[in-house]
Each structure stands twice: as structure tokens, then as C-alpha cells.
């Protein structure tokens, strides 16, 4: 009895092809936008993820000044050398320090000149932020102490000066607050650009003490940058550099700190939040869809009911009985509704997979997303083919018989 409902409710559905897709139509659009929402949220979540984790595991950034603004303000007091060594040794939650100072310079080899930075800093910088040397090396402990002119470039400073020529050995010319001639010992692994569009690539490494004296022409270090001995040891960490911090800094109990650190990990959590909520907001404008799409279907069916009114008196007048009629309807609309969930689902995996493409995000398909949007459309079709079904089975069926 049940495949011979659905078989007919398929021949009814195929006897009207294109109206049963124009009805589905709503259905389609609304399924498909969530699958579409649900799909690249994921994936720009997993990217942002993907590009935090490749700046450090456990990364935490010492940075001075109010959280609000920064260190924007070049009021606040920078921190020094040996607040990175008093991290190093009392602090034993936390396993590297990298005291950092950048500063903006124009790198000229011979005709070819480029804006870009320079960050001063020393071997534990590379390890925290996961650079890797593939040509080259990196530091030696002689040119950390003394300072020697010597740099590690990033893969965009490699091709805007060098074109195609090896870089390692060359001697660049950096201008800032004065001048310095800077050996090329190394070049950086390519990282390309974030999620954000930032280029990963657009910077150089040289030791702390040659960009102090002979750059910047300060002692500052403008930012640490540390990484937790492990996942579960990053609140240890945070806790026990604040304590110290303040307590060197000399911050009373009664005053907020002048300081902050920034947690990746807290970073991916408020991320991951504006993603979820963005994701619910735009999933619930395609629900206004899929209602539209079941008025269509309910439209539809009560249209249908009136094309096989002497179709139905004729069932009625043979026996059939009233439960019959209406879940044959209901099967009808349920079956419709599906299928546009079906269509909807294959649209929106199709046009996930090119814009995650287009837009260089990871392609992943949510399993529950689809299966939601698949019994979402059948509850759909059960909602609003209940009427037009529950009309053809109240139909009396001398008056249906009359029917012209």
C-alpha cells in the first residue's frame, strides 16, 4: 500500500515536472543557502584557525599600553631587556621569549628599493612563531651580542628585490632613522597572504642589538612575544607574567595594569563566536525562504486538488476511504518538499566548493547541516500539505463526481 502511494504520488509529481520544480523553487533556494552559510563558515573558521596556529603553538604577546588602543600611543612605557630576561628566568610556565622592536625601513639592493620592516629580535623568535629557514641560517650567538648587520628576509622582500637571484650573501642597503649596509644570511619559508589578506611574507629578521643601535636608535622593546609550555599551562603563564610585569612596571593594586597580553587562543574562541552567531543570523533569512517555499508547495497542492477533484469523488465512490485521500496528498507534498531539500543540498554543496575555492578557504560540508536541511523540508511538506490533503479528504464525492 505504501509504495503504491509513493508511486503514484511520483507519477503525479513527473506528470508536472516543471510546475513541481517551479514549486520546489523556494525550497531550493533556502536549503541551498544554508548548506552555502553553513559550509563557508566552517571553512573561513578552520582557516583562521589554521593561519593562528601557524603563527606559534601557545603564542602569547606581551604588548604595552591599554588593551583599548595598543601601542599606538608611544607614551606608554616600552619594556626592556631585562623585563625578557626576569620572564625567562621566573616565570616557569613559560617555555621561550622573544623580545621584539620593528622598525619601518626602505631596503635598496642596487636600482631596486622596497618599503617594509625590520624586526630586531633573537633565535627563540623563529621557533614561537613557527619560521622556518629554507636557505641560509640564522644567528649566530657573536652577532646577537655584538649587533652585526646581518638579516633573514622574508619571501615578498626576496622577490621585490632580488627578482629570481639568490639573496643569501648579497648586502642590502636599510635606511630609517640613519643608514646600514646588512648582509643576507637567510630566507624565510613563503607563508603567502592570512584570512585577512595580510602578507605573511613582507618583513625581515636581524638581531635585536643592530636594530636598537643602529635603526631605531633606542634600548625599546616594543613587544615579547613567549609561548606556554603546554596548552594547559597557558593560564599559569598569563598569570604569573602579569604578576611579574606589574610588580617591575611598579602598578599599584588600586591602577589597571599598562600592559596586556593577547592570547591566540582567545583570539579563535571570539572568532569562532562571530562566525557562529553570523552563521544563525543569515541561516535564519533562508528560513524565511523555506516558508515561502512551503506556502508554494501548499499553493500547489490545493491547485492540484481542484485539477483531480472528479479523481478523487471517483476513489471516494469505490471505496476508498477518507485517510486514503489525504495521505496520498500528504505524500505528494512531502515528497516535493523533499526533493527541492535534495536539489537545494546539491546546490549549495556545488557552489560551497567553488566559492571556498575562490576564496581560498578549506571545503568542508557540515554532515548535520545537510541532514537538518533534508528533514527540515520533509516537516515542510508535512506542515503545509496537511490542509490541501485534509480538503481532498473531506470532499464529497457526488460533488466531486459533478465536477467540470
Same mark, same amino acid.
Request: charged share 20%.
Given at each position: 500500500?505504501?509504495?503504491?502511494?509513493? $508511486?503514484?504520488?511520483?507519477?503525479?509529481i513527473r506528470a508536472n515536472l516543471m510546475r513541481s520544480i517551479l514549486t520546489t523553487l523556494g525550497i531550493i533556494i533556502g536549503v541551498g543557502a544554508v548548506i552555502i552559510v553553513v559550509s563557508l563558515g566552517n571553512g573561513a573558521t578552520q582557516q583562521v584557525q589554521n593561519d593562528l596556529s601557524e603563527l606559534g603553538n601557545n603564542l602569547l604577546a606581551l604588548v604595552p599600553g591599554d588593551q583599548n588602543q595598543g601601542s599606538a600611543n608611544r607614551l606608554v612605557q616600552m619594556f626592556t631587556e631585562d623585563d625578557v630576561d626576569a620572564i625567562r628566568e621566573q616565570v616557569p610556565s613559560v617555555l621561550m621569549v622573544a623580545p621584539v622592536l620593528t622598525q619601518v625601513v626602505m631596503a635598496v639592493n642596487g636600482n631596486e628599493n622596497y618599503g617594509s620592516s625590520v624586526r630586531g629580535t633573537t633565535n627563540d623568535y623563529f621557533a614561537i612563531r613557527n619560521l622556518d629557514v629554507v636557505r641560509g641560517r640564522t644567528f649566530t650567538a657573536g652577532e646577537l651580542r655584538s649587533g652585526r648587520p646581518v638579516c633573514v628576509i622574508g619571501e615578498t622582500v626576496r622577490r621585490e628585490l632580488f627578482g629570481v637571484q639568490d639573496p643569501v650573501g648579497a648586502e642590502i642597503r636599510l635606511s630609517a632613522n640613519s643608514e646600514v649596509n646588512c648582509e643576507v644570511i637567510g630566507l624565510l619559508e613563503e607563508k603567502g597572504a592570512d584570512t585577512f589578506g595580510n602578507d605573511q611574507d613582507d618583513f625581515m629578521v636581524a638581531p635585536l642589538a643592530m636594530v636598537q643601535r643602529r635603526l631605531a636608535g633606542n634600548r625599546d622593546v616594543t613587544l615579547v612575544f613567549m609561548n606556554a609550555v603546554s596548552d594547559e599551562a597557558r593560564e599559569d603563564a598569563i598569570e604569573g607574567v602579569t604578576q611579574l610585569m606589574r610588580e617591575r612596571r611598579r602598578v599599584r593594586d588600586d591602577q589597571d595594569s599598562d $600592559?596586556?597580553?593577547?592570547?591566540?587562543?582567545?583570539?579563535q574562541a571570539q572568532i569562532a563566536q562571530v562566525t557562529g552567531i553570523m552563521t544563525i543570523f543569515v541561516s535564519a533569512i533562508a528560513g524565511i525562504s523555506l516558508l515561502v517555499g512551503g506556502i508554494g508547495v501548499m499553493n500547489i497542492m490545493l491547485v492540484s486538488v481542484t485539477e483531480r477533484t472528479r479523481e478523487i469523488g471517483i476513489r471516494l465512490a469505490i471505496g476508498a476511504q477518507e485517510m486514503d485521500v489525504l495521505i496520498q496528498f500528504l505524500v505528494e507534498a512531502i515528497l516535493l518538499s523533499i526533493m527541492g531539500g535534495i536539489i537545494g543540498v546539491a546546490v549549495g554543496v556545488g557552489v560551497s566548493y567553488l566559492a571556498a575555492g575562490a576564496l581560498g578557504?578549506?571545503?568542508l560540508v557540515s554532515q548535520e547541516a545537510v541532514i537538518i536541511a533534508v528533514v527540515f523540508s520533509g516537516i515542510i511538506g508535512i506542515a503545509f500539505g496537511f490542509f490541501p490533503a485534509f480538503r481532498a479528504a473531506r470532499l464529497d464525492p457526488i460533488e466531486a463526481l459533478r465536477y467540470e
Amino acid at each position: 500500500m505504501f509504495f503504491s502511494t509513493v $508511486f503514484i504520488a511520483m507519477r503525479e509529481i513527473r506528470a508536472n515536472l516543471m510546475r513541481s520544480i517551479l514549486t520546489t523553487l523556494g525550497i531550493i533556494i533556502g536549503v541551498g543557502a544554508v548548506i552555502i552559510v553553513v559550509s563557508l563558515g566552517n571553512g573561513a573558521t578552520q582557516q583562521v584557525q589554521n593561519d593562528l596556529s601557524e603563527l606559534g603553538n601557545n603564542l602569547l604577546a606581551l604588548v604595552p599600553g591599554d588593551q583599548n588602543q595598543g601601542s599606538a600611543n608611544r607614551l606608554v612605557q616600552m619594556f626592556t631587556e631585562d623585563d625578557v630576561d626576569a620572564i625567562r628566568e621566573q616565570v616557569p610556565s613559560v617555555l621561550m621569549v622573544a623580545p621584539v622592536l620593528t622598525q619601518v625601513v626602505m631596503a635598496v639592493n642596487g636600482n631596486e628599493n622596497y618599503g617594509s620592516s625590520v624586526r630586531g629580535t633573537t633565535n627563540d623568535y623563529f621557533a614561537i612563531r613557527n619560521l622556518d629557514v629554507v636557505r641560509g641560517r640564522t644567528f649566530t650567538a657573536g652577532e646577537l651580542r655584538s649587533g652585526r648587520p646581518v638579516c633573514v628576509i622574508g619571501e615578498t622582500v626576496r622577490r621585490e628585490l632580488f627578482g629570481v637571484q639568490d639573496p643569501v650573501g648579497a648586502e642590502i642597503r636599510l635606511s630609517a632613522n640613519s643608514e646600514v649596509n646588512c648582509e643576507v644570511i637567510g630566507l624565510l619559508e613563503e607563508k603567502g597572504a592570512d584570512t585577512f589578506g595580510n602578507d605573511q611574507d613582507d618583513f625581515m629578521v636581524a638581531p635585536l642589538a643592530m636594530v636598537q643601535r643602529r635603526l631605531a636608535g633606542n634600548r625599546d622593546v616594543t613587544l615579547v612575544f613567549m609561548n606556554a609550555v603546554s596548552d594547559e599551562a597557558r593560564e599559569d603563564a598569563i598569570e604569573g607574567v602579569t604578576q611579574l610585569m606589574r610588580e617591575r612596571r611598579r602598578v599599584r593594586d588600586d591602577q589597571d595594569s599598562d $600592559f596586556f597580553i593577547q592570547d591566540l587562543k582567545e583570539v579563535q574562541a571570539q572568532i569562532a563566536q562571530v562566525t557562529g552567531i553570523m552563521t544563525i543570523f543569515v541561516s535564519a533569512i533562508a528560513g524565511i525562504s523555506l516558508l515561502v517555499g512551503g506556502i508554494g508547495v501548499m499553493n500547489i497542492m490545493l491547485v492540484s486538488v481542484t485539477e483531480r477533484t472528479r479523481e478523487i469523488g471517483i476513489r471516494l465512490a469505490i471505496g476508498a476511504q477518507e485517510m486514503d485521500v489525504l495521505i496520498q496528498f500528504l505524500v505528494e507534498a512531502i515528497l516535493l518538499s523533499i526533493m527541492g531539500g535534495i536539489i537545494g543540498v546539491a546546490v549549495g554543496v556545488g557552489v560551497s566548493y567553488l566559492a571556498a575555492g575562490a576564496l581560498g578557504f578549506p571545503f568542508l560540508v557540515s554532515q548535520e547541516a545537510v541532514i537538518i536541511a533534508v528533514v527540515f523540508s520533509g516537516i515542510i511538506g508535512i506542515a503545509f500539505g496537511f490542509f490541501p490533503a485534509f480538503r481532498a479528504a473531506r470532499l464529497d464525492p457526488i460533488e466531486a463526481l459533478r465536477y467540470e
